[in-house]
């Protein structure tokens, strides 16, 4: 595609497209006096750059057409020769005119959250924790995966073209292993697998990572909201945020399941509140089957109203026992 | 991620499915817990204008003493990575400059200022390298070790030892006026925790039976030591101040063991002595009342990467006056540092560096057998889980030192082909 001139923005800028090898195309309108680099990164295309002063020539690129020059006085690292064949370090580089840019590198990559890969995975552990719920393990050999809790993959259910979405329960720093938990639906392709056929070793298909909803960093408390199954996501910010630099925020997760009977995690929660003197924790569940669980009434946001005014004790530290 | 990350604390898939160890952050801080101050130098290491390099938990830190304050800024100029500590070049009082091509980087915010070999350079005011914060105090130069956004560090004292305060004749405190502070530190071949988990260890007295602080003192020191109620381990939780564990000796928790009969072996000496181990974040250990009541003894085990700690032993003691302060010297110099600091010490460094393997490469955090006196251990372990402010990420390599040059071996090398 040609640069135009229509494009101009109220301010006066002018009209660039960034050309990738893999033939995407990125237009950015750069106003005068302003970098073509910093355009770009302030208008959300990431484009590779190091030093930004026109040194390292990490953010070299090719003008195809149009007019764009260096800032006036700035010794660059580019020899006279490169400058008349087109290369232009984009972050000391000015655009005077609607041009195009060529990159020497595909997008594909800054837009690999937008493109999610397949990988291979291995089934590791399984385990039912009661009879609505399974919990396994993945372990994908790729290091090139990698996620953000909160995301999620797809899995394929092995022998057949079903695919199934699920969070992973796990943060990163566990990776090769990723940890889900799922919940049982009798008939369902998944759980059929899962109860009757899964072995560990068995090989699965993953794709991913998918999905938006991450942590945001703040350091004002983080309340998570959760019942059943849909505490995976929420298990995996909490284990990110104990392992992410800074200070730790204050934590409050609310879990609640339908039934006392049904609930799970019991276990994995308390040892995050041993790990973490920052986080409370507030259990629900919405029907009791009559036992003293400890648990309180309701779903997890009637729960958590509940609980905010009153101050749980510290975990018991359990020394008795070695492990 | 990195590959560090993917392997540490080994063995099988973690997460949620097999119960998690309730020490499991312990496991996974290989390279240290971050976020804390370590010792780096005892102030008197560093001479006026020198630049010394040290490294703690795979941190690379220059320190730089000026006008009575000391600084410490990352070890590593921007340019080309080398060491600035390699070769020490300081041409201003506010600065320090790298040695290859002159990068200059302001000491109290790490700022590049100039470039000797570019002076116009338009890197300067734009790039920066970050800077620890650092405090000297009884002669020991403290870094606060960890993410630059963990700010403001907390408190010194928050990372030392408690006041001693169920004691009628309590020890003093690092931070104590009119206290006498002398020590040394070692390099040792062990992962950090395993020198820390020597330290306190109430059943590994058999190493010590037949040394000479032993003998020459004629303690009775027993073969080990048992707790044997509920207050045997005392938990230490100071709102915003240290966190640890204490072995409750002075209680009637512990069961000393002064022989075994099975092997028929009796413990030695026959003076009774009263000594308190407890261990602090982030791995620090105080011996009260040794080597002689009235004196403390403090140990360090400061990560320098995962294989490797300075091993720190200082001793506290109360000295008001020039006369105190001579009987203090002449104390440390003819028994302490020959009998405590180096015989009696160097059974434990044998002992850390001897379980290295073990733990290293044949998966000793799952594979040891613990025995009823190692629950001191455990809780340790457990009470670090819990209060660290951060698990230290894993660097990418080791720090190694460059060879200063390779002449020696070209002439080796042709010597050996001639023949």
Known sequence: MAADGDSADARGGVSVTLRFEDGAERRIVVAPGQFVLDAALAQGVPLIHQCRSGNCSTCVATLIEGESATAPGRPVALLASEAAAGRRLLCVSYAHAPSVI????PATPIDAAA?????????????????????????????????????????????????????????????????????????????????????????????????????RRSRGQ?????????????????????????MRPPMLPSFGCSRDAEFFARDEIELRRWWMPELRA??????????????????PVDALDAARSTRPAPPPICAARPR | ???????????????????????????????????????????????KNVVAGVTIAGHEIALRLVKGRVHAIRDRCAHRGVRMSLRPRCFADDTITCWYHGFTYGLDDGVLKTIVASPEDPLIGKVRIRTYPVE?????????????????????????????????????????????VRGVHRRVESNWRLGVENGFDPGHLLIHWDNQIVAATDRRMGLGALPISEDAIKIIDEPNGPKGMMNMYNLRAYKFYMENAV????????????????????GLLLVEHWPIPGWAQYEWYAPIDDRRHEYWEVLVGRAANDAERRE?????????????????????????????????????????????????????????????????EPSARRAERPRASRWRRTATARTRAAA
């Open chain 2, 1 to 47: 991620m990195n590959s560090g990350d993917r392997t540490a604390g080994g063995g099988a898939p973690r997460g949620s499915i097999a119960p998690s160890r309730q020490y499991q952050p312990y496991l996974e801080a290989a390279w240290g817990f971050k976020n804390a101050w370590y010792p780096a130098l005892f102030g008197a290491e560093l001479s």
């Open chain 1, 115 to 215: 493109a999610p890969r397949r990988f291979s995975a291995t089934l590791g552990a399984l385990a039912r924790p009661n009879p609505k719920v399974a919990i396994f393990t993945l372990a994908v050999a790729d290091e090139t995966f990698a996620f953000a809790s909160g995301q999620y993959v797809r899995i394929r259910i092995p022998h057949t073209d079903e695919w199934r979405s699920y969070s992973m329960a796990s943060a990163a720093h566990e990776l090769p292993a990723m940890t889900f938990i799922v919940k049982l639906i009798a008939g369902g392709a998944m759980s059929e697998y899962l109860l009757r056929a899964a072995r560990p070793g068995d090989r699965l298909e993953i794709e991913g990572p998918r999905g938006a909803f991450v942590l």
């Open chain 2, 136 to 180: 000297e105090r009884a002669g020991i130069v403290f870094v606060f070790v960890g993410d630059e956004e963990y700010a403001p560090a907390p408190p010194l004292a928050a990372d030392l030892p408690i006041r001693i305060a169920d004691d009628a004749n309590p020890v003093a405190h690092l931070l104590d006026e009119n206290v006498h």
């Open chain 1, 282 to 299: 507030i259990l629900s569940a919405g029907r009791s089957d009559g036992a003293d669980d400890g648990l309180r009434r309701g779903n």
């Open chain 1, 222 to 246: 983080h309340v998570f909201v959760a019942g059943g199954t849909g505490l995976a996501p929420i298990l995996s910010m909490l284990d990110a945020i104990r392992r992410r630099p800074g």
């Open chain 2, 328 to 392: 203090a010297e002449y104390l440390y110099e003819t028994f302490f540092e020959p009998l405590a600091l180096k015989d009696f010490n160097d059974n434990d460094v044998f002992a850390r560096e001897a379980m290295r393997d073990f733990y290293e490469s044949r998966g000793g955090w799952d594979a040891e057998t613990l025995c009823a006196f190692d629950e001191a251990t455990i809780v340790w372990r457990k009470v670090a889980a819990r209060f660290n402010r951060g698990i230290q």
């Open chain 1, 102 to 105: 060529r990159e020497h590198y």
């Open chain 2, 263 to 282: 092997i028929g072996m009796k413990a030695r000496g026959k003076k009774p002595y009263y000594a308190r181990t407890s261990v602090f974040l982030p």
